[in-house]
């Protein structure tokens, strides 16, 4: 079956620029999640989706990040006014049934350069 | 609070020898803990996951790693390396009680050497 895919699969904005990185997760899944990975690091949480709620969003490293999940499907991360600093690569994983011991699937990732 | 430390920033094994990569956890909870590998150009896929079973876990690909809440460790182990095994090795901690997000290492990158 398919997997977890993310669009785009590289995104280049200027500094300053809105953008939107979307994520459809295995069918069925009720749990989603948004990481952050820099270079050279692991994947840092960002946000954690239970159905179309945001159940945790202890991870969204300021104001300008939002995400939304309006249908419990697909899933959005927007930046706003973007900086340099967020330039990484945005990971989606999603899961059965969001409980710990629930396997994650990851996404292969968006590479977002702010320049 | 939860974390991970992976002793590790870079392992070199020759092909057909063991391969250790170390991790230790810390968790306020009883820990799930996970080993994910992460192929360049490819998405991370899951390894193996302990979840308060037995303590000694197998995964795919001839991997398997024990957890010692003595040492609070959870170390990969494969006792021969293959080439095709080269990745970036994360270690993860979830706790299982209502915090459901995973905190990862910061990896291990595996090299073999033919």
């Known amino acids: 079956g398919a997997g977890v895919s993310q669009t785009p699969s590289n995104k280049v904005t200027e500094k300053g620029k809105y953008v939107e990185l979307r994520c459809d997760p295995i069918s069925g899944h009720t749990a989603l999640y948004w990481y952050r990975q820099s270079l050279g690091q692991g994947p840092e949480f960002l946000i954690y989706f239970q159905g179309t709620g945001a159940a945790d969003d202890s991870g969204l490293p300021n104001d300008r990040f939002f995400a939304v999940r309006p249908e419990g499907s697909v899933s959005t991360l927007k930046i706003q006014r973007t900086e340099r600093g967020d330039s990484a690569v945005y990971l989606c994983a999603s899961s059965q049934s969001g409980q710990g011991f629930d396997e994650q699937y990851f996404g292969p990732g968006t590479r977002l350069t702010v320049t | 609070a939860q974390s991970v430390t992976q002793l590790d920033s870079h392992v070199s094994v020759s092909e057909g020898t063991p391969v250790l990569l170390r991790c230790n956890y810390s968790?306020?909870?009883?820990?799930?803990l996970f080993w994910y590998v992460q192929h360049p150009n490819k998405g991370l896929q899951l390894l193996l996951k302990y979840t308060s079973a037995a303590t000694l876990v197998k995964g795919i690909n001839g991997f398997e790693a024990e957890f010692k809440k003595s040492e609070t460790s959870f170390h990969l182990t494969k006792p021969s390396a293959h080439m095709s095994d080269a990745a970036e090795y994360f270690c993860v901690v979830s706790d299982i009680r209502g915090n459901e997000k995973l905190t990862f290492g910061t990896g291990t990158r595996l090299t073999i050497i033919p």
């Open positions: 968790s306020s909870y009883s820990p799930s």
